[in-house]
């Protein structure tokens, strides 16, 4: 087998994993979770500023009073998985972020841009929804695999 031949199968086992773990996740969260939105997810090869994944709005906001204060004009949300800082976490790790970032599609995070400090409220509303949701192992799973034992302690 040649080396792009084994990427490719490689790369096609990855994407067969988040697929099923995305999957895994969607028949875990109640009835209703997206009320009135779209998702879709895709999986990336690519990286962003080492993250492990992204939500974000379909490009779309009507200014309400302000530059930072936008209300959406569309309810298409868009998860991007980045397989490079996935492919090292556990499945439960894994389970987490796509429980996380679903839970910024819940809440409707607004779009447009925010403060550094919105931004890490929306980040908290997004964690208190997948928790909500019953994700708890998985978030000790994912903060014991990357360091941050503040919480990894602490949920049962």
Do not use: K
Not at 58 to 68: F, K, M, Q, R
Not at 106 to 128: F, R, T, Y
Request: glycine share 6%.
């Amino acid at each position: 087998m040649t080396t792009t031949a084994r990427d490719a199968r490689r790369r096609d086992e990855a994407y067969g994993r988040y697929r099923n773990l995305l999957r895994h996740v969607l028949e875990r969260l109640p009835a209703g979770w997206n009320y009135d939105r779209s998702l879709t997810v895709e999986v990336s090869r690519r990286t962003l500023n080492h993250r492990y994944a992204s939500a974000f709005r379909e490009v779309g906001c009507a200014s309400l009073t302000g530059p930072s204060v936008s209300a959406p004009r569309s309810r298409t949300w868009h998860v991007v998985l980045y397989a490079r800082g996935l492919r090292r976490l556990s499945d439960h790790a894994v389970a987490w972020v796509i429980a996380h970032e679903l839970g910024h599609v819940a809440a409707g995070m607004p779009c447009g841009p925010i403060l550094l400090s919105e931004s890490e409220a929306w980040e908290q509303v997004a964690d208190v929804t997948a928790q909500a949701w019953g994700f708890l192992l998985e978030e000790r799973a994912f903060r014991s695999e990357i360091g941050d034992i503040s919480l990894a302690a602490t949920v049962r």
